[in-house]
């Protein structure tokens, strides 16, 4: 799907609507915190937004909920809220050529 | 009879290491968490630099993770990305569990940044795993359980982020190369 801007001043542009972001997974991303985890576990393999470029995807997202509606959400365990859908390995045709 | 594609399709989550044509469906390989990767931590203790892999705090040395006990770094629920380690089929002869389960971790415990290039996805967990404290001589079972390799998921965003389901993003090109 694409759509774009019909102007006579502005170089063409195309706004790409992807499928959902790529997911990889990571051993500390963004969202892992870097304080003292005496309390919260061993740490688990995370996950965050990914480049089509990277080694490391496991998926594309299919459903979201807004992490970032957490004050902080770098300290505060995510909720249930936070869960959503992936779909494995299963890229649009863009994607998976360009990888 | 049916073939067995139609087999598949009608009962896709049944099948170990099986997937159906539609993508959307599950396929599903039977896993154990390889304990011997355990055993093989490099750091008993992560400091911030290790642990961040950013240059910019390379040097800083507080410590901020310690080896968990083994059933807290073994225990998998569903929904944890499980990985596994390149270049490590040599060894599966000695490993019995790896005849009948793809051996994997789902704890990035004591594994610094830098160390994600040695691992690839091997699944998401789809059952759990949980393990109860040893006598401290060692685990003496392999707990099976099962990964998902393909089809949907459910997993926690652990980004600190939000993930969308459809973003829209800007490309300066021509359009007519994409149309």
């Known amino acids: 799907m694409y759509d774009t801007y019909n102007s006579d001043t502005l170089p063409?542009?195309?706004?790409?609507?992807?499928?959902?972001?790529?997911?990889?997974?990571?051993?500390?991303?963004?969202?892992?915190?870097?304080?003292?985890?005496?309390?919260?576990?061993?740490?688990?393999?995370?996950?965050?937004?990914?480049?089509?470029?990277?080694?490391?995807?496991?998926?594309?997202?299919?459903?979201?909920?807004n992490a970032s509606k957490q004050p902080d959400h770098k300290t505060i365990p995510l909720l249930v809220s936070d869960i959503y859908h992936c779909l494995l390995r299963s890229f649009p045709r863009t994607a998976r050529l360009s990888m | 009879m049916p073939s067995v594609?139609?087999?598949?399709?009608?009962?896709?989550?049944?099948?170990?290491?099986?997937?159906?044509?539609?993508?959307?469906?599950?396929?599903?390989?039977?896993?154990?968490?390889?304990?011997?990767?355990f055993s093989a931590l490099e750091y008993g203790v992560l400091n911030k630099g290790q642990l961040m892999g950013d240059p910019a705090v390379a040097n800083n040395a507080d410590p901020v993770e310690y080896k968990p006990h083994f059933h807290e770094w073994a225990t998998v629920q569903p929904g944890m990305i499980c990985l596994a380690r390149k270049k490590k089929t040599a060894v599966f002869r000695q490993y019995i569990a790896a005849?009948?389960?793809?051996?994997?971790?789902?704890?990035?415990?004591?594994?610094?940044?830098?160390?994600?290039?040695?691992?690839?996805?091997?699944?998401?967990?789809?059952?759990?795993?949980?393990?109860?404290?040893?006598?401290?001589?060692?685990?003496?079972?392999?707990?099976?359980?099962?990964?998902?390799?393909?089809?949907?998921?459910?997993?926690?965003?652990?980004?600190?982020?939000?993930?969308?389901?459809?973003?829209?993003?800007?490309?300066?090109?021509?359009?007519?190369s994409h149309v």
């Not at chain 1, 959902?20 to 919260?40: H, I, P, S």
């Not at chain 2, 139609?6 to 049944?14: K, M």
């Open chain 2, 99 to 176: 005849e009948t389960a793809v051996p994997v971790i789902a704890c990035a415990a004591c594994l610094p940044k830098d160390d994600e290039k040695n691992y690839f996805f091997a699944g998401v967990a789809r059952s759990k795993s949980v393990r109860t404290p040893d006598d401290g001589i060692g685990p003496n079972v392999d707990e099976f359980f099962t990964v998902s390799i393909g089809g949907m998921a459910t997993i926690l965003n652990t980004s600190g982020g939000p993930i969308y389901r459809e973003s829209a993003r800007p490309c300066f090109t021509n359009i007519q």
């Open chain 2, 5 to 37: 594609s139609t087999n598949l399709n009608a009962w896709p989550l049944c099948s170990v290491g099986l997937q159906s044509h539609c993508n959307q469906f599950p396929c599903l390989f039977l896993s154990a968490v390889d304990a011997y990767e």
């Open chain 1, 12 to 65: 063409c542009v195309l706004i790409l609507y992807a499928a959902g972001d790529l997911v990889e997974w990571c051993f500390y991303g963004t969202g892992t915190t870097d304080k003292a985890r005496a309390k919260q576990g061993p740490r688990r393999v995370g996950v965050q937004v990914a480049s089509v470029s990277s080694p490391k995807i496991i998926g594309r997202a299919l459903s979201v909920k």
